[in-house]
């Protein structure tokens, strides 16, 4: 069964240094999402994407954070400059044409 | 905007009987998709069922069943013949049907533990 997949696992960085999280959708799946969960709190949308420009962002979504899908398979979140508050478990979402969003397993990002 | 209340930080069942997660959420919309997901320690976000604001009956799948109460806002969790591996974090979720790419707007969760 196809399934979204995330890269790294597990990153951890320094604060102010760029982190990419990398995610590749299911194959023919057109929406696109970053959502990220602070340990043990509630799972906070980010921003979704389709036919290659943001749908939507939250506030959350500031200028530190971009998103972009350089070819036809990863779909790639980034953050700039790195702070403690973005430590998160970082989920990335897609859909095709039906009502779910299927998850990835997630990216634990710890920023020291 | 829309918002999903879970009011039960925790929960707990004995192995092979039922329990009812429960769930209420805010809306203006009258077309809407809600959803339960699962999260394990893993912490992998797995759907568990689907409904659709428009269908009266209530979804089913296996062992997992809902109470949609669409007056009440209400969309509840029943899951039966519980197993060791239903423990899991469970979230509610609520989805504008409305044209775009919404997000889901998620509830903060109830803890699941299964006692054998």
């Known amino acids: 069964e196809p399934e979204v997949t995330q890269t790294p696992s597990h990153q951890v960085t320094q604060m102010g240094q760029e982190v990419i999280l990398r995610c590749v959708p299911i194959?023919?799946?057109?929406?696109f999402y970053w959502y990220r969960q602070i340990l043990g709190q509630k799972v906070e949308f980010l921003v979704s994407?389709?036919?290659?420009?943001?749908?939507?962002k939250s506030e959350i979504f500031d200028d530190q954070f971009s998103v972009e899908r350089p070819d036809g398979s990863n779909f790639t979140l980034k953050i700039r400059s790195t702070k403690l508050e973005d430590s998160a478990m970082y989920f990335c979402?897609?859909?095709?044409?039906?009502?779910?969003?299927?998850f990835g397993p997630g990216t634990r990002l710890t920023v020291t | 905007a829309q918002t999903v209340t879970q009011s039960q930080p925790e929960m707990s069942v004995q192995e092979a009987e039922t329990v009812t997660l429960s769930c209420t959420y805010d809306t203006s919309e009258s077309d809407y998709y809600l959803f339960w997901y699962k999260q394990p320690p893993s912490r992998q976000m797995i759907l568990v069922i689907r409904?659709?604001?428009?269908?009266?009956q209530n979804a089913t799948e296996n062992r997992f069943s809902v109470n949609f109460q669409k007056a009440a806002k209400s969309f509840s969790l029943k899951i039966s013949d519980s197993q060791l591996g239903d423990a899991a974090m469970y979230f509610c979720?609520?989805?504008?049907?409305?044209?775009?790419?919404?997000?889901?707007?998620f509830g903060k969760g109830t803890r699941l533990s299964v006692i054998a």
């Open positions: 979402a897609s859909r095709g044409t039906g009502r779910e969003q299927y």
């Open positions: 979720a609520y989805r504008s049907r409305e044209a775009g790419n919404t997000p889901l707007v």
């Open positions: 994407f389709y036919n290659n420009e943001i749908s939507e």
């Open positions: 409904q659709e604001a428009y269908k009266q």
């Open positions: 194959s023919n799946h057109l929406y």
